[in-house]
């Protein structure tokens, strides 16, 4: 408690009063730069700063008059759901000379603008490191030419920089993901489910270029998404001999009864001997070794097309958050940071150390040390690289080590977009390790009914991409069939279990374990996976299938705002899923830009309420022609959203009109998001692998007796780390009435969301998502 006291006080030092903000777009444009623009003109004004447009990115800064512009609230309205930057981007030569840079500080000194927000690549942030450490010289410089006055130079004496990067292709080390990149995915993976249609009623192979000249993420995580049969990407080119490896693989799956093949290549992929590998040399190949019929795709700037994704709204949303705080808390001794995502947090990174870490990617790639390229990308990189290799490649002769130990995987509870991806990963992690994989159809209710059968690599083959769950998927709990579930087990002979689902996964393995001292059959290694939309698992910040739901919420929102986009001055009342738990309606809120969310959390009144209709009347009266207000289901049970509804359109009359919409189940629909298809197959290849590991290690005299805390486990994401945790340990962290975990990471973005809303609220630094946000982290070079 101390700690939050001392950085709230902290925060309440942190005035912006009399400071000014340039806030510009640089280099290539990419989805959720707006939002990043948005959330620093707000959150600066929040603060009481003037923030300043600079228009055409360091062109406008070296030309001044009017691509400089001071920024408003209502200036930034509608801009979150925009692609591509508003403000403009454009490369600039002359920023690049002593006499531009010249320039670009007249400018901002004319305006008093000493503190600059960038948003571009790594090109883009060394730019402003190099104009920061020159500022005194050519305050100096601007003083003896008699373009400003020793006063001018006095007030203006210190530029602070932050930097936030914006590049779709994810290539700045230090950062799990760059602003756009999911969004670039997104694009990628609709391309490609579409193809694969095409593709598979002709027998096609298709061949696609996607972007990543240097950096081969986007071709890495798009295949590992779609499950292509092959990549090829610059970090780690193909050992000699990849082409006739590959043109067997492609055989072998067409023989298993495949219809279409995948091939994914990274715009700047080389082989081992530095040869750019091309989509024509794929094809060309294919053609002559197989026959098989070929196509190219080359996706090209469709990639940084298009509306960014929920988690680039939100990242940017964030992270220009946090850029304005670390601008405000910046002295002449801080060196110029970047503000970064780790795990789920952001934080902020000494902005040169990153730029180092990222030309030394290049340089080890240069000098053909690919393993050193790989690990300096970063531990997500890696971690992707890995799965894939893990996943990919199996010949049907192949011999595999023969664990002599079966696994059965299930689906418990509401279906949730990316169920099908981690039991295609499962399924083969498993095969791989050695082990005999069985699935299970509808849960419990189908485990003791005894509908469970053994699964092979080829049954899973294009899981990856489809919704809901091919297994079938119960709510039913196994506490009144133990008896039932365990002979099924003695039938089978099953020696470990993974269940993916939600909170009824996170219960039935509970159960299970409870049921230990009664039943020896269940002292198996048991892990669960979170799985659910509501995101209301305890144990994990995030589960599979919360992405895709945000996104099929923000894209609706947008659609409704839209439907009024002729209609001056209208308020939407938007219900969402999630039971108790109101995370997809703050954090869809957050990435809808809605101005007030109700959730069963945060408690309510009538007062609250009305104070809400006045702030929004308020707004609507200052140009504002939209509104959004979500309510979660559960929110409350006395205010309905036809309450509110009544409600906001009673006391908005002569203001603004209302309308309604509950989104219902269309937010457990559709295609996993490229997000949750990613994160389904890490995390069930790394559950398997601990299952593997626990096997061994309780397999004792024949047979395995595991019957220790550790043996019963949730893979989550805690903040940084994947950990396997004790589901006995979590019962303490659970509200098992409301079935929400007690504490939830999501609640301190609420004030985010607040502020860009226009609210004057209590806000706390450590509420922009840091554990500590005044300590600068160092990037580690083996992350």
Not at 113 to 119: A, H
Not at 351 to 364: A, F, G, H, I, P
Not at 755 to 769: E, P, Q, R
Request: aromatic share 6%; hydrophobic share 40%.
């Amino acid at each position: 408690m101390a700690k939050q006291q001392d950085t709230k006080k902290l925060f309440e030092d942190l005035s912006g009063t009399g400071k000014s903000i340039g806030v510009l777009t640089s280099g290539g444009d990419a989805q959720g730069m707006n939002a990043a623009v948005r959330a620093v003109v707000r959150m600066g004004i929040y603060v009481g700063a003037k923030v300043y447009f600079i228009h055409e990115g360091y062109q406008g800064m070296v030309d001044g008059g009017d691509n400089i512009e001071e920024a408003s609230w209502e200036s930034v309205s509608s801009m979150l759901q925009v692609g591509g930057t508003v403000i403009g981007s454009a490369r600039c030569k002359e920023f690049r000379s002593h006499e531009g840079r010249l320039k670009a500080a007249h400018q901002l000194v004319l305006r008093g603008i000493t503190n600059l927000c960038v948003i571009g690549g790594d090109g883009s942030l060394t730019g402003a490191n190099l104009f920061r450490e020159e500022w005194s010289g050519l305050l100096e410089e601007l003083v003896r030419q008699g373009l400003i006055d020793e006063e001018a130079a006095q007030n203006n004496s210190e530029l602070h920089i932050v930097g936030m990067v914006g590049s779709i292709d994810n290539d700045f080390c230090g950062t799990d993901m760059t602003i756009g990149t999911d969004s670039a995915l997104h694009r990628i993976i609709e391309v490609v489910d579409a193809i694969m249609t095409t593709a598979q009623s002709h027998q096609r192979t298709f061949v696609l270029e996607v972007m990543g000249r240097h950096c081969g993420y986007l071709a890495l995580v798009s295949a590992l998404a779609c499950g292509a049969d092959w990549v090829l990407i610059p970090e780690m080119p193909p050992e000699d001999g990849w082409e006739e490896h590959m043109c067997q693989k492609l055989s072998e799956s067409r023989s298993r009864g495949s219809r279409l093949n995948i091939i994914i290549v990274a715009e700047g992929a080389i082989d081992r001997q530095g040869k750019a590998i091309t989509v024509d040399n794929v094809k060309d190949l294919v053609v002559s070794c197989l026959g098989f019929d070929t196509r190219v795709t080359i996706l090209g700037h469709v990639q940084r097309g298009g509306t960014p994704s929920a988690f680039d709204r939100i990242l940017a949303s964030r992270m220009g958050v946090e850029a304005v705080l670390a601008l405000l808390e910046a002295s002449d001794s801080t060196p110029a940071c970047v503000v970064s995502l780790c795990g789920n947090q952001a934080v902020r990174l000494p902005l040169m150390e990153c730029v180092q870490m990222t030309q030394d990617v290049q340089k080890s790639m240069d000098e053909k040390n690919f393993e050193e390229a790989v690990r300096l990308r970063g531990r997500s990189f890696e971690n992707n690289l890995n799965t894939y290799k893990l996943l990919s490649y199996h010949k049907a002769d192949s011999k595999l080590p023969n664990s002599s130990f079966n696994v059965a995987v299930l689906n418990v509870g509401a279906p949730a977009a990316g169920m099908n991806a981690a039991v295609r990963s499962a399924v083969r992690v498993g095969i791989k390790e050695g082990h005999k994989m069985f699935a299970v159809n509808d849960g419990f209710e189908g485990f003791y009914k005894g509908q469970i059968k053994e699964i092979t690599w080829g049954d899973v083959a294009g899981w990856t991409g489809q919704g809901g769950s091919i297994l079938g998927t119960k709510r039913t709990l196994p506490a009144k069939h133990l008896d039932k579930i365990a002979e099924q087990i003695r039938i089978h002979n099953i020696n470990a279990l993974l269940v993916i689902g939600g909170f009824e996964a996170f219960e039935c393995l509970l159960q299970l374990y409870e049921a230990r001292t009664s039943h020896e059959d269940f002292c198996i290694p048991m892990c669960v996976l979170p799985a659910t939309i509501s995101n209301n698992v305890p144990g994990t910040d995030l589960s599979i299938g919360a992405d895709t739901s945000l996104n099929a919420i923000v894209e609706t929102c947008d659609r409704i705002k839209q439907s009024a986009s002729g209609t001056k001055r209208r308020v939407f009342i938007i219900e969402t899923m999630g039971g108790y738990c109101g995370y997809l309606a703050s954090v869809g809120g957050l990435a809808a830009g809605a101005d007030t969310v109700y959730i069963y959390e945060e408690p309510f009144n009538i007062r609250d309420l009305q104070s809400n209709v006045e702030h929004l009347t308020e707004k609507m009266k200052t140009g504002i022609q939209r509104g959004l207000v979500l309510r979660n289901e559960n929110s409350n049970e006395n205010f309905t959203t036809d309450f509110i509804y009544q409600l906001y359109s009673e006391e908005g009359k002569g203001v603004f009109d209302c309308r309604k919409n509950v989104l219902g189940h269309m937010q457990q629909g559709g295609a996993p998001s490229p997000f949750d298809r990613n994160f389904g197959t890490k995390i069930a290849a790394k559950a398997i692998q601990w299952i593997s590991r626990k096997l061994k290690e309780s397999y004792k005299d024949g047979k395995v007796f595991a019957n220790t805390e550790d043996t019963a486990c949730l893979l989550g994401m805690r903040r940084r780390t994947m950990a396997f945790q004790p589901v006995v340990q979590l019962k303490d962290e659970t509200d098992f009435a409301h079935r929400i975990p007690k504490e939830q990471w999501w609640l301190k973005l609420r004030p985010l969301m607040k502020i860009l809303a226009k609210y004057k609220t209590s806000y706390d630094v450590s509420d922009s998502g840091q554990l500590e946000p005044v300590t600068r982290v160092r990037p580690k070079k083996a992350d």
